[in-house]
Nanobody, 116 residues
Framework: EVQLVESGGGLVQPGGSLRLSCAASEFTFGSYDMSWVRQAPGKGPEWVSSIKTGGGFTYYADSVKGRFTISRDNAKNTLYLQMSSLKPEDTAVYYC?????????WGQGTQVTVSS
């Protein structure tokens, strides 16, 4: 069974930074494209970013382009999301997921709150 465990969320002031991590296990992490998806209170899921298996190709939603950076360490079975210049509208639960368009498995999520 695929296991995805997110960490690194928290409360941060506008303009601040956070780094999210997603520890993967029980599947061949390096063989899967991976993504971050977020869900704000009262809204549906929103795709944030994706990365191809080798890490050489990355994709971002317009809302985070230039502020967020996705990366992965296949040797450590870990996915990352470096978030900078955070805005209140980035407040959401952030999930890592397998896949790049169809998200097969999701983690439990980590809360990110951007507020002064």
């Amino acid at each position: 069974e695929v296991q995805l465990v997110e960490s690194g969320g928290g409360l941060v002031q506008p303009g601040g930074s956070l780094r999210l991590s997603c520890a993967a296990s029980e599947f061949t992490f390096g063989s899967y494209d991976m993504s971050w998806v977020r869900q704000a209170p009262g809204k549906g899921p929103e795709w944030v970013s994706s990365i191809k298996t080798g890490g050489g190709f990355t994709y971002y939603a317009d809302s985070v382009k230039g502020r967020f950076t996705i990366s992965r360490d296949n040797a450590k079975n870990t996915l990352y999301l470096q978030m900078s210049s955070l805005k209140p509208e980035d407040t959401a639960v952030y999930y890592c997921a397998t896949g790049r368009t169809d998200f097969g498995s999701w983690g439990q999520g980590t809360q990110v709150t951007v507020s002064s």
